[in-house]
């Protein structure tokens, strides 16, 4: 998940609203679905199992997920999709035409993290790689997207098999670069939508470190954050640490930018509205005696809706120019906002949320489906909704070994490791089970049912 690692907050209980289209889940026999659906999961767990950890033993990073996006593609055809590659990088797109009704996006991520794996797994990845600044690091899928590929593939075999079941048009989307924020903005500039038709729902799911396999999540409305990075650098005049009187010293007035920051949030920002300001990273100097030139702030924005990022923005931008020019810096600071950065905030439209409540606790019991807050993590998917202005959810897929799960919840326990760290380690089957079940099942809900 795009530079945040994500954590599941306070799952709360909740009650299954009246399903989204209730008269079309109506026109298909349910029952039939639902045994059809576990029927094909039972028969093609093994070879769902055997592509997963393929996928984890090999994973790619972002803009080199060739391998990955050629596996996806070859078995989206061999299921009977009319494959197209090479979207915006690595990204693929799998269409399956099955009749009038509507367009069904379902999407998956691909990309790896330049981490080194520590699972101890016997199908742990030892892919090493260099980046492109020139560093050997280990690369992981250590935010399950070979989980969310393996079950988009399942997915569509899925749909494929039970195609006399529903009519419409299934569009799937392996999307490369999510954990770089860029993936999606590529493919639909590259014309993902002007080379496929445009869908009518878009769905996707993302695992989570925090819930046991077998289980989903969800949000209504804001469920993920507004990205930004934004770059500031702060311009003294070096000297000799012995005599600041006759430098102009750039920490210091980073220090006070830094403390200032913390009132854009405080004192700009409606409280009841969430948002964050996090300096992450902050250099300046070579030597203990030196007074730099310069300093520089990396810092991560969060927020929602589209009105509090602004006042963030530009918040930042007048706490960095003005406590520069009341420190008698010699220039205003540079404040960048990396653009090329930005993932826009997800919303789960609540009517398609309210239906999949409805549809996931048919397919596996209310007590394993839980309403969860909003994160202020953030995710590309939002893009897709944004740009075609139509209903879109994503939920979360539990992935942690159940025994494990319950031992974190005792007394002292140490937490379980998160999303984006080395010993991330999802228990494979049971997620991909549930997590096909419930893409089927909830894509099957919103499509056509065949004409008699």
């Known amino acids: 998940m795009t530079r945040s690692t994500i954590c599941l907050l306070s799952i709360l209980p909740f009650t299954i609203p ?11 026999d349910r029952t039939d679905l639902a045994e059809a659906v576990d029927a094909f999961v039972d028969r093609e767990l093994t070879n769902l199992f055997s592509y997963y950890k393929h996928l984890h033993t090999h994973p790619e990073l972002s803009l080199r997920e060739e391998k990955t996006a050629a596996r996806i593609a070859d078995g989206l055809r061999s299921a009977g999709y009319d494959v197209t590659t090479g979207i915006g990088g690595h990204g693929v797109a799998g269409l399956l035409r099955n009749g009038p009704g509507p367009v069904m996006m379902v999407r998956g991520d691909m990309d790896a993290l330049p981490i080194t794996e520590e699972t101890g797994l016997p199908y742990a990845s030892s892919v090493k790689t260099t980046t492109d600044d020139g560093r050997s690091v280990g690369v992981m899928h250590a935010c399950g997207h070979d989980i969310h590929q393996t079950c988009l593939l399942g997915t569509a075999r899925a749909l494929a098999e039970l195609r006399d079941k529903w009519s419409g048009t299934v569009l799937i989307v392996a ?4 954990e770089i924020g860029s993936g999606a903005r590529m493919m639909i500039e590259d014309g993902l939508f002007d080379r496929m038709p445009k869908p009518d729902y878009c769905l996707a799911l993302h695992v989570s470190a925090d819930m046991p ?8 409305g804001w469920a993920l954050a507004n990205v930004d990075s934004v770059d500031i650098t702060i311009h003294g005049r070096g000297g000799h640490g012995s005599r600041p009187n006759r430098a102009i010293d750039p920490v210091v007035a980073a220090a006070h930018t830094i403390t200032a920051l913390q009132t854009v949030v405080s004192r700009r920002v409606d409280p009841l509205e969430p948002a ?3 300096v992450g ?8 005696n030196i007074i730099s030139n310069k300093a520089t702030l990396q810092i991560t924005v969060r927020s929602y809706t589209d009105e509090t990022r602004r006042i963030l923005l530009d918040g930042i931008r007048d706490v960095a120019v003005n406590t520069c020019r009341a420190m008698g810096c010699p220039r205003d600071p540079d ?4 653009e090329d950065e930005f993932t826009p905030s997800t919303y789960n439209d609540p009517e398609l949320t309210a239906s999949a409540a409805g549809v996931f606790a048919r397919v596996l019991g209310q007590e394993h489906v839980v309403e969860t807050k909003p994160v202020m993590g953030g995710e590309d998917f939002s893009r897709y909704s944004r740009q075609l202005n139509v209903p879109s ?17 005792r007394p002292n326990a140490p937490p379980l490791p998160s999303l984006h760290s080395s010993r991330f380690a999802p228990d494979p089957e049971p997620s991909i089970r549930t997590g096909v079940r419930c893409m089927t099942a909830m894509t099957l809900s919103l499509l056509d049912a065949p004409e008699k």
């Open 18 to 28: 009246p399903a989204m289209g209730e008269d079309r889940v109506q026109s298909h």
């Open 175 to 178: 999307q490369p670069a999510e």
């Open 213 to 220: 396999a077998g289980s989903v999540a969800y949000s209504s």
């Open 276 to 278: 964050v300001i996090t």
């Open 281 to 288: 990273s902050v250099h300046a100097g070579s030597k203990h």
């Open 335 to 338: 404040v960048v906002i990396r």
């Open 393 to 409: 959810l994503i939920f979360w897929l539990g992935a942690v070994r159940r025994d494990t799960y319950e031992a974190s919840r």
